[in-house]
């Protein structure tokens, strides 16, 4: 049996197996409550407090906060369903919006959800959200600490653009790129973490992050896109840790200060690359010449590699749980340099280890 549901006129009529005639009332009942039910479960637009939300399958989107408040605290419930989702442009131009506080119930934060909350300065994301899409919290022009979930698998193109004010970040371990302009003109970044996960660098990621120093770029980026780091002023080093990846056009315009360092047994990498010099990195410390081992002014080794290598030195007193605590930072002057630990006695053992600065 098929029914169809139309007007005629004043009455309801139905069709059942292709002939028309007017229902009962029980066949209008089953109609009019199966529509009513559908779009209830659809969506239901309301308003509780300064939040404006919409129910669909269970759960609660905040589609707009329209209070004055310069602390927020979002609700983790409404009408008992969990809020899951902060959704789009739902604080846009909340400029007077200092400290929000997003509850565990969030999984997806949707386009420009906090687009120009420029007075923001800092939040936590929490670690169930596993979304973060397209210029969320671009032009939050206060915002120097943001702290995101570990697992995100998702982060959209401009999701921190013109956030000037941004000092450092640790990117989630679940995402697979960095999207195209996440942190350009970001120009107070100085630190970011990249994990393992990041095979692709977007054009413009980096754009204009003239403060960024240092930078470790994981072993299975394959992709660094145009103009990723163009304007990185000071850029002085990047250490590469898989083999030479497929290069946009013009990554590294206007970082001139930039030294491209590659890891040992890796592929593909020239002097020049991406117009900028590439140099192994290499340091090694020599266990067989007459500097090793313990002195009277110290324990000491001379540490060899590539001319002019910066490096940093560690020591931590065990292996098993081992917390390493920087002691030195060397520059191996014509390849070479001399490490000298003037406190290994004060220990029950010493181990060392080199990093990049």
Request: charged fraction near 15%; proline fraction near 5%; hydrophobic fraction near 40%.
């Amino acid at each position: 049996m098929i029914w169809y549901l139309w007007t005629m006129n004043s009455p309801i009529h139905t069709r059942l197996n292709g002939r028309a005639s007017h229902p009962s009332r029980r066949q209008v009942g089953l109609v009019l409550w199966w529509l009513a039910i559908t779009m209830l479960a659809t969506v239901a637009n309301a308003q509780v407090g300064d939040f404006r939300y919409k129910s669909k399958a269970g759960t609660i989107t905040i589609t707009k906060y329209i209070g004055t408040n310069t602390v927020v605290n979002i609700p983790a419930e409404i009408d008992g369903l969990p809020v899951t989702t902060i959704g789009s442009l739902a604080f846009d131009g909340q400029t007077t919006l200092t400290s929000i506080t997003i509850p565990d119930s969030v999984t997806r934060i949707k386009e420009k959800a906090f687009y120009r909350c420029s007075s923001l300065t800092s939040l936590a994301i929490p670690q169930g959200v596993t979304s973060i899409e397209d210029h969320a919290f671009s032009a939050c022009r206060s915002l120097t600490q943001i702290t995101l979930p570990d697992y995100a698998t998702h982060m959209g193109v401009s999701v921190f653009f013109a956030c000037d004010s941004l000092t450092n970040i640790a990117l989630p371990n679940g995402i697979t790129s960095i999207e195209d302009w996440s942190f350009l003109d970001c120009s107070r970044l100085a630190s970011i973490t990249i994990p393992d996960s990041v095979t692709n660098i977007g054009s413009l990621a980096f754009w204009g992050c003239c403060s960024l120093f240092s930078l470790i770029i994981p072993e299975g980026v394959a992709r660094v896109q145009d103009y990723a780091f163009e304007g990185c002023s000071s850029l002085e080093s990047l250490y590469f840790k898989g083999d030479a990846h497929i290069l946009g056009t013009s990554v590294f315009a206007r970082a001139n200060a930039a030294t491209v360092y590659y890891m040992p047994s890796t592929r593909g990498w020239t002097n020049a690359w991406g117009g900028r010099p590439a140099v192994l990195w290499n340091p090694l410390a020599q266990p067989n010449d007459g500097n090793f081992g313990p002195k009277s002014q110290g324990f000491g080794f001379t540490v060899t590699g590539s001319s002019n290598l910066v490096i940093v030195v560690e020591a931590a007193t065990n292996l098993a749980n081992p917390v390493w605590v920087p002691v030195s930072t060397l520059t191996l002057t014509n390849g070479f340099s001399f490490y000298n630990d003037t406190l290994w006695t004060n220990y029950p053992s010493r181990f060392y280890r080199f990093r990049a600065p």
